[in-house]
């Protein structure tokens, strides 16, 4: 059985990507980013334990007409790719039109293959890169950071940032 680890789920959040939306926080990252915003969700001890059915139940029942998706972030969800992709699945099933962004210090080259990608709607990737931090950037926390449009990416076969 899948277990994930995750930190927190916020109810509302406005600024993790477009629109009113539900935003869960994993526990654990292995890139221990120099000043990382959400550093207590580094290590991989701590955070409450879900299965795949609980936690996209838990989404599901968060959301209202005037949520506009899920945002996945961290930590990094990436670090728990089987266990997202389980949720990502179910979320799909339920809700074949809910909008999913996903933050990863990843890179969507490196990324791109793993299954649960082609469940994602928008993935914010990159690491943070402290001397690159603008605050006045929308949805990300530094210069080098993509928001890429997944769906238009794997279609072309290459990183299509998505127009906000």
């Not at 996945?72 to 074949?96: H, I, M, N, V």
């Amino acid at each position: 059985m899948v277990i994930l680890k995750v930190a927190d789920i916020l109810r509302e959040s406005i600024v993790d990507g477009k629109g009113m939306r539900a935003v869960v926080f994993f526990q654990g990252c292995p890139r221990h980013c120099r000043g990382c915003h959400n550093e207590q969700l580094l290590p991989f001890e701590g955070g409450r334990g879900y299965t795949p059915e609980a936690l996209s139940a838990e989404i599901l029942q968060l959301l209202t007409p005037l949520h506009r998706g899920v945002t996945f972030s961290g930590g990094d969800p990436l670090a728990q790719p089987e266990g997202l992709y389980a949720t990502t699945s179910l979320l799909r099933k339920a809700r074949p039109d809910l909008n999913i962004w996903l933050y990863t210090g990843y890179l969507f080259e490196e990324v791109m293959h793993f299954p649960v990608v082609a469940d994602i709607d928008v993935i914010v990737d990159g690491p943070f890169v402290l001397e690159q931090r603008d605050i006045s950037l929308p949805f990300k926390g530094s210069g080098n950071q993509r928001i890429i449009d997944v769906k238009a990416s794997l279609a072309a076969r290459k990183v299509l940032e998505a127009e906000l």
